[in-house]
């Protein structure tokens, strides 16, 4: 079980610039959840949040992002309640002096409001909440669902998380209307997945 100061003394390690920084957080990921859902489902965050950060005219500098995205579901490590909140303190505490205060800002805002009940303040923020809905609705996530979940599993998972985050994928749609082409394929083959 890896805990917060296992996190700490790995962070350490990693390169301050944050342009190298950014590509160096997989790791803390990996080490933070090894190839369970978690890692699974960040790494297809990253990957969704950069190319939907690419289709709306890159607002974003592509390393925030990738902070941002590595380090959305770190405080899971310690449960899923409150995970958002916790998981804002401890990049604060990790990135406070690394990033520029107004890069920070946006990285901050991102962790902290990528859920569906909360609102995020910033143009990152709403990236890495578009891109967290994506990444439960995600066929490479759900065959990883598919293998390690049994189908009564799945259903509480489709009913529990999916629909919520449904709604959010519709949302951005309506807000960025170019991200629907990019996006729908993907949610369109996930459904199948989960037909089970
Ligand atoms: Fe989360």
């Known amino acids: 079980m890896v805990t917060k100061s296992d996190l700490d003394r790995f962070f350490n390690f990693l390169p301050k610039k944050p342009e190298l920084l950014s590509?160096?957080?997989a790791s803390l990921a990996y080490y933070a959840f090894g190839t369970d859902f978690l890692f699974y489902h960040?790494?297809?965050l990253v990957s969704w949040a950069k190319k939907v950060n690419e289709v709306i005219g890159r607002p974003i500098k592509p390393y925030l992002i990738e902070i941002a995205g590595?380090?959305?579901d770190i405080a899971q490590i310690e449960g899923h309640k409150g995970h958002a909140k916790k998981g804002r303190a401890w990049t604060e505490e990790w990135l406070d002096g690394i990033l520029p205060e107004e890069d920070l800002r946006l990285v901050l805002d991102g962790i902290e409001n990528h859920g569906t009940s909360t609102s995020p303040r910033t143009i990152l923020g709403h990236i890495l909440r578009f891109s967290d809905a994506l990444g439960v609705w995600?066929?490479?996530?759900l065959a990883w669902v598919r293998t390690n979940a049994s189908c009564e599993e799945i259903r509480v998972f489709r009913e529990k998380q999916m629909e919520?985050?449904?709604?959010?994928v519709e949302e951005y749609w309506n807000r960025w209307a170019e991200t629907r082409g990019l996006t729908k394929k993907s949610i369109?083959?996930?459904?199948?997945?989960i037909e089970c």
């Open 23 to 25: 590509k160096a957080l």
């Open 42 to 44: 960040t790494l297809s």
């Open 70 to 72: 590595w380090l959305h």
């Open 138 to 141: 995600n066929p490479t996530v």
């Open 164 to 168: 919520k985050k449904l709604l959010v």
């Open 188 to 193: 369109e083959e996930a459904r199948k997945l």
